[in-house]
C-alpha cells in the first residue's frame, strides 16, 4: 500500500512540476527532481516493508528502511531550499507552493512512520536493540559525538572563508549557513556527555534539525545570489544536515526506543 501511495506522490510531482510557470526553469527542475526522489523512498521502504513477513525478516531488513528513511529525510531539505527559491509566474503562488510540498512532505511521513514500525516490531520482538545497561551504546555515541564535532568544524570553517569573501549585502544571509554548520559542533559535544542508553534517550537530537529549516529561504538567496561560491556554500551547509539526520537516526537505532524524550523517566545511574 505504501508503495502505491509513493507512487502516486512521485506522480503528483511531475504534473505540477510540468504544469507550474516560473522564470528559473533550472530551479524548478532541482525541485522537482529533489521532490521525486524524496517520493521514490517512499516507493522502496514500501517495496521492502511489503517484503517482512515475520520479525526476524524485519530485524534483517531493518538497515535498509533505515537508510532510506536517512535519504527521505535528508533531501526533503534540499527540496525545501529549492522550492523557497522558485520565483512562480501567475496567481495564487501559495495554492502552487502547498501543491509541491503537500506530496512530499507526506512522502517524508510515509518513510518516517514506515520505519519507526518496523523499529517497534524489532524491538517487540527482540527486546532493546541494545542491552539495558547501555553499556556498548554510550562509548558508539560518545564516538559518534566525537565525529560531529571534527567535521562540524571542518565545515563550519568552510563556511566562514566564504563568508569573509562575500559582499557585505549577504552577511546577514551567511550567519544562518554559520548556524546550521555549527549545530553538528553542539550536538557533539551533547552527546559526547553521554554515559548510559538512559541519557543517550533524553538528547532531544531531532530539535538541531529546526536549525535548517529555519534558515531555508536565506541559505536558498544566498546560493542564489553568489554564484560558484553559493554553490559550495549550500553545498557544506547540505553537509551539516546529513551529519544531523545520521546522528538523529544512529542516536535512535543505539538507544533502542524512539519516543520523544521528554517522556523518558529520568534513571539515576548507579556508580
Same mark, same amino acid.
Given at each position: 500500500m505504501q508503495a502505491v501511495v509513493g507512487l502516486v506522490l512521485v506522480a503528483w510531482v511531475v504534473?505540477?512540476? %510540468?504544469?507550474?510557470?516560473?522564470?528559473?526553469?533550472?530551479?524548478? +527542475? !532541482?525541485? %522537482?527532481?529533489?521532490?521525486?526522489?524524496?517520493?521514490?523512498?517512499? +516507493? !522502496?521502504?514500501?517495496?521492502v516493508a511489503a517484503r517482512l513477513v515475520d520479525a526476524a525478516a524485519a530485524a534483517r531488513l531493518r538497515h535498509v528502511i533505515v537508510v532510506l528513511e536517512g535519504a527521505s529525510l535528508a533531501t526533503f531539505f534540499a527540496f525545501y531550499w529549492f522550492l523557497s527559491g522558485v520565483d512562480l509566474l501567475g496567481n495564487y503562488p501559495l495554492v502552487v507552493l502547498l501543491a509541491f510540498a503537500v506530496p512530499v512532505l507526506g512522502a517524508v511521513l510515509l518513510s518516517v512512520y514506515g520505519s519507526r514500525a518496523v523499529?517497534?516490531?524489532?524491538?517487540a520482538e527482540s527486546g532493546p536493540l541494545v542491552p539495558d545497561s547501555g553499556a556498548d551504546a554510550a562509548p558508539r555515541i560518545r564516538v559518534l559525538g566525537t565525529v560531529l564535532v571534527v567535521v562540524g568544524v571542518a565545515l563550519s570553517v568552510g563556511?566562514?572563508?566564504i563568508v569573509l569573501t562575500a559582499p557585505s549585502r549577504l552577511l546577514v544571509l551567511d550567519v544562518f549557513g554559520l548556524v546550521v554548520t555549527?549545530?553538528?559542533?553542539?550536538?557533539?559535544?551533547?552527546?559526547?556527555?553521554?554515559?548510559?542508553v538512559y541519557s543517550?534517550?533524553?538528547?532531544?537530537?531531532?530539535?538541531y534539525l529546526l536549525l535548517p529549516i529555519a534558515g531555508g529561504f536565506a541559505l536558498t538567496k544566498f546560493a542564489s545570489l553568489a554564484g560558484a561560491a553559493g554553490m559550495l556554500f549550500g553545498a557544506l551547509v547540505f553537509g551539516a544536515v546529513v551529519l544531523l539526520v545520521i546522528a538523529l537516526l544512529v542516536v535512535r537505532e543505539y538507544a533502542g526506543v524512539w519516543d520523544r524524550?521528554?517522556?523518558?523517566?529520568?534513571?539515576?545511574?548507579s556508580s
Open positions: 504534473v505540477v512540476a %510540468a504544469l507550474v510557470k516560473v522564470e528559473n526553469t533550472q530551479v524548478l +527542475v !532541482a525541485t %522537482a527532481v529533489s521532490g521525486a526522489f524524496v517520493c521514490s523512498c517512499a +516507493v !522502496a521502504s514500501g517495496v523499529h517497534l516490531i524489532v524491538a563556511v566562514s572563508a555549527f549545530a553538528p559542533v553542539l550536538l557533539g559535544v551533547s552527546l559526547g556527555r553521554v554515559r548510559d543517550a534517550r533524553r538528547k532531544n537530537v531531532g530539535a524524550p521528554w517522556r523518558e523517566p529520568k534513571r539515576k545511574v
